[in-house]
């Protein structure tokens, strides 16, 4: 089984609002990751998770807060975003070996910010 | 400077072969992979090459040349659900996926 699932498919929010996007993996991957990617675009790396400690943030601005409550979640909350911030949020996991492991990626939720 | 180049979209008809060509320079080199992606949905695995040579899965194969610093993915029996953006995308010496823009694919009847 390679299945992340991730809710909700689609969010709609205001710029004032805050909303959390859920990532969810039952494979026993110690390396969790969020992307974001814009229309035409590669994935953009934003954070990534081992052993559920944050060892990659990518320079993302403070509006996104990622949270791994334990091995198998991800969550990334979202407050005060901008209409830019509009794109396809995907998360990934991998084993975390630390070595050349294959991303397997969830569904992915569609953002729009108004 | 990292970079990887693909090329931005190719034609293909119904049950014909194609290749897609990846080229990359990357700080490091600890495999290549290639990912398959429809409009709107997330990407999914399809290779992963770290030796030099072809490594053939069904109907799709992928090539590594790392002293050329190239790749390809090879499609056979092209079908319409092949249609599609393809990544190719490096995983450098800090185990990071560098990633290419993508390869749209569009198969013709």
């Known amino acids: 089984d390679t299945e992340v699932t991730q809710t909700p498919k689609h969010l709609v929010m205001g710029m004032t609002n805050k909303k959390s996007l859920k990532c969810e993996q039952h494979?026993?991957?110690?390396?969790m990751y969020w992307y974001k990617q814009k229309a035409k675009k590669p994935p953009e790396l934003m954070f990534v998770?081992?052993?559920?400690?944050?060892?990659i943030n990518e320079s993302v601005p403070s509006r996104f807060s990622p949270e791994c409550p334990n091995s198998s979640l991800l969550n990334l909350h979202l407050h005060a975003l901008q209409p830019e911030d509009s794109a396809l949020y995907l998360c990934a996991s991998s084993q975390g070996t630390g070595g050349p492991d294959t991303q397997y990626f969830g569904p992915g939720t569609r953002l729009t910010v108004l | 400077g990292q970079n990887i180049d693909q090329p931005t979209e190719m034609t293909a008809t119904e049950g014909a072969i194609v290749q897609i060509n990846c080229t990359y320079q990357t700080s490091g080199f600890n495999g290549l992979f290639w990912y398959q992606q429809h409009a709107g949905e997330a990407p999914t695995f399809l290779s992963y090459n770290v030796l030099d040579g072809l490594e053939e899965k069904g109907r799709f194969s992928s090539f590594l040349s790392r002293s050329k610093g190239y790749s390809y993915l090879l499609l056979k029996e092209l079908q319409m659900k092949d249609s599609a953006s393809y990544l190719c995308?490096?995983?450098?010496?800090?185990?990071?996926?560098?990633w290419g823009a993508g390869t749209k694919l569009i198969i013709k009847p």
């Open positions: 995308a490096v995983l450098d010496s800090n185990y990071q996926l560098i």
């Open positions: 998770y081992s052993y559920e400690k944050l060892s």
């Open positions: 494979m026993g991957h110690r390396a």
